[in-house]
């Protein structure tokens, strides 16, 4: 018991408050400009999710939710697109 209270303020202060994460989700959405959409020809265009306003750690969240609540298929067929252009994409799509 003695070890548990040693290491969980430590454990406390990585996890930081869901405050200063809302702030610093809004501070990165008052400084993005998003690009000019664009639209597919042949293929769609791609860009990384910071590039179109995206952050990637939310990202692996939101996706690892979805994993474990898809079935037996996961995330092949699952893209995600924004401004025009293709944040990520899983191995398989038609």
Request: with cysteine; aromatic share 8%.
């Amino acid at each position: 018991m003695n070890r548990l209270l040693y290491i969980l303020p430590f454990f406390l202060l990585a996890c930081g408050s869901p405050e200063a994460k809302v702030a610093e989700i809004q501070k990165a959405e008052a400084n993005y400009a998003p690009p000019a959409t664009v639209f597919p020809t042949k293929d769609w265009a791609k860009a990384t999710p910071a590039e179109v306003g995206i952050d990637s750690t939310m990202l692996a969240d939101a996706l690892g939710y979805l994993a474990s609540h898809c079935k037996a298929d996961g995330l092949e067929e699952t893209m995600l697109i924004r401004h025009g252009r293709v944040a990520w994409a899983g191995g398989r799509q038609d």
